[in-house]
């Protein structure tokens, strides 16, 4: 299969850093497929789709930033897991027949900074403190899906680790540094102990596999 090509819509433009785990997932379970991984920066358009329109956002992504697989992003926005389905649901039913089977839904729970929560090393080193002496914890595998504000937990960890203190700490761009975090962190299978994430893999495969026979039947090299 020659390269991949991906795009990704999200809510907001901070969940870009999905980017970085959409790419370390697929290396990690198909290192010999080449891909390139866009973001759809839906802002600067004459008439931008609103957020939730996902009919218009996916159209818009088609015809600006073409793609072979489409991966959209949609908070859960609450810790009950059984909402996953309903949020897939929500988009697919928006979606062109075409695009079924090469769309997939990215739906964090409660929202994706849940997924950031996983590695010390990297928010030290994205407060730019890595060799910081502080002590704090992150929630554990078994509660990280039932933490109820992620964001905040994460933001104020930053701020905490990075040791910076009155209009030091005023100054410190807490969502640069989040940003940071999406791109330290070297290894994210630590997720696999997340239902979201467990659904979101499987749904990362069968996209693949779908394009992969869809490739062949075509002939697309």
């Avoid at 290396?27 to 996902?54: E, S, W």
């Avoid at 502080?134 to 078994?142: A, C, G, N």
């Avoid at 905490?160 to 209009?167: A, D, I, P």
Wanted: charged share 30%; net charge neutral; with cysteine.
């Amino acid at each position: 299969m020659s390269e991949l090509r991906y795009t990704l819509i999200s809510d907001g433009s901070s969940d870009k850093i999905l980017l970085n785990i959409i790419k370390w997932l697929l290396d990690d379970l198909f290192p010999r497929l080449p891909v390139l991984g866009t973001y759809a920066d839906l802002r600067n358009l004459t008439k931008p789709p609103r957020i939730g329109d996902a009919k218009n956002r996916i159209l818009c992504a088609q015809e600006y930033y073409p793609f072979d697989i489409l991966f959209y992003h949609r908070d859960a926005e609450t810790i009950d897991t059984q909402i996953i389905t309903q949020r897939i649901q929500e988009v697919k039913k928006e979606v062109s027949e075409e695009l079924q089977n090469l769309t997939v839904c990215i739906v964090p729970i409660k929202m994706m900074e849940t997924w950031l929560l996983i590695d010390k090393e990297a928010i030290k080193k994205a407060a730019g403190n890595r060799n910081s002496n502080t002590t704090f914890e992150l929630p554990s595998f078994q509660r990280l899906e039932r933490t109820q504000s992620p964001k905040e937990w994460l933001h104020e960890t930053l701020r905490k680790v990075s040791g910076k203190k009155n209009r030091n700490l005023k100054n410190f761009n807490v969502h640069e540094a989040v940003h940071l975090v999406g791109e330290y962190i070297e290894d994210y299978s630590p997720l696999r102990n997340l239902s979201a994430f467990v659904q979101f893999e499987e749904d990362v495969k069968q996209a693949i596999n779908y394009f992969s026979s869809k490739s062949l039947t075509t002939g697309k090299q």
